[in-house]
């Protein structure tokens, strides 16, 4: 009995250390990547939620037009925006301030923008000294 | 100056003031109170000089797997009571919940069990799709249950690397991890999050399945099946993994009721008892699945459950890649979902046991109160019964093989 059982738990060890060598021989498997230093191979899938950004097209111009939708779709107070008025006393963006420290990144202001004027950016290296080099103007210049 | 004056704000006790501690019993001070519960008192020193003591696993011990703070009265290695201490991670999400839109509320589920995030956003989604009479086209329930069977996968991998990681076998930990990456990374492309995803919405998803995703899925089907059957090898058939757990940590079948256990531990147990199957949700009663179930309720059955738990997903997955139709995958989507006065109950099986949300409405945009029922925090009640008489390394394994999150039990 004693015997049997001793050859059978050896057996399933020997068995269990065929699996640990056959992973050890498979290269295929071998899934580590070395970052930071692949940092300019790295590639993100197309809808990686990361901070939040504003694209501006090549006259430097974005699309957004202080409609606040973003800031009240936010769960956290995240986003403030700071209206101003432009030339024509017409009510524009002056500052999009967005504050990354309290954002969760829940997409809810993307999906809540009429414009697409913000997008998730792929950026995730967010370590800072302060919590309030973490407050971001994601707009350039004021709006039109 | 007098003595009974203070000689500065920091004043460090006389020595002689500690509670007396003697090398042969208990602290007098703990004995002598009355008012303190049973769990935190110990009896008497006995003639051969031995005596019960304490010992506070956690909140920073790594088996517990967050801050969990167990209270363990010990008669040397002998478990004789376990009490948990909850509340390091509560965060109040409920209260929370009642400040924020239905639709904000969502983003918090993930943040319970942030291993079944996608399936604790679905719990909302079909409360409020209960509520307001909103009906999800056949490709989004088809996206549902798919997404929905991977994360459950998903969950149970990591707790078998986990577990393989408390019962010393290191290798389990990163086997289980390599087919884990697979599922996060399909996540990634799916809805750009690993972690907390906040991709369904009510009346579908907040986005289509991106390019090549159903291929992917058969793929990893195959896959998976080929790595189940090496993690068995590896790990279900070590002698060493056997010993540990075959008639360890039992709960009967009728204590795990009582105690409110659902999920893998109260199947172990025999409780035959699934949501997707008893009170269907969503279109599972589609697809061919085993419940699989476990005799005695020890450890090994609830690693066994698990097991064939991820073997079932793979089927249902297998089943759902295959029929998922083309068309819309969200019902029409509202500006704002304005749920009417009343309450409601939706429930889901998560890869722990039943998730269940209440809501109460007052007819305005914002919840009036919600509660959820986490399956952790029931599941964790029956720590006690488990592993009392056992030893203090199998509470370890115990602690393991009910496949605790933390932040589900506080929330």
Redesign the interface.
Known sequence: MTLSRLF??TL??L??M???I??LTRPS?V?TQQYPENRETLKF?????GQVVMPHDEKGEHTCTACTLCEK?C?NGTISILTTKNIASKRVLGEFIYRFSTC?????CI?ACPFDAIR?GHGFEMAAYKRDELDYVLNKKEGR | MSESMPQGPIQPAPISAAPAVSRTGAPDAVKKSGSLPPGFTLRDVRPDGSHEYFLNMGPQHPSTHGVLKLVVRLDGETVLETVPHLGFIHRAIEKMGENETFIQYMHLTDRMDYLSSHINNLCVCLAIEKAMNIGVPERGEYIRVIVCELQRIQSHLLWWGAFGMDMGAVSAFLYGFIEREKITQLFEELCGARLTMNYFRPGGSNADLPEGFIGKVKTLCEEMKFSLDEFDVLVSQNPIIRERTVGVGLLSKERAISNGCTGPVARASGVNYDVRRNDGYSIYDRFQFDVPLGANGDSFDRYRVRMDEMRQSVRILEQAAAGIPEGQYRSKEKPNYKVPAGSYFAAVETARGLYGTYLVSDNSFKPYRVKSRSPGFSNLSAIDEITRGGKIADLVTVLSTLDLIIPDIDR
Not at chain 1, 45 to 49: A, D, G, Q, T
Not at chain 1, 104 to 108: F, I, R, S
């Open positions: 059978h738990d399933s060890m068995k269990g065929k699996v640990t056959l992973y498997r899934v899938p197309e809808r990686f939620r779709a769960p969760t990144l829940c997409n809810l999906e998730m």
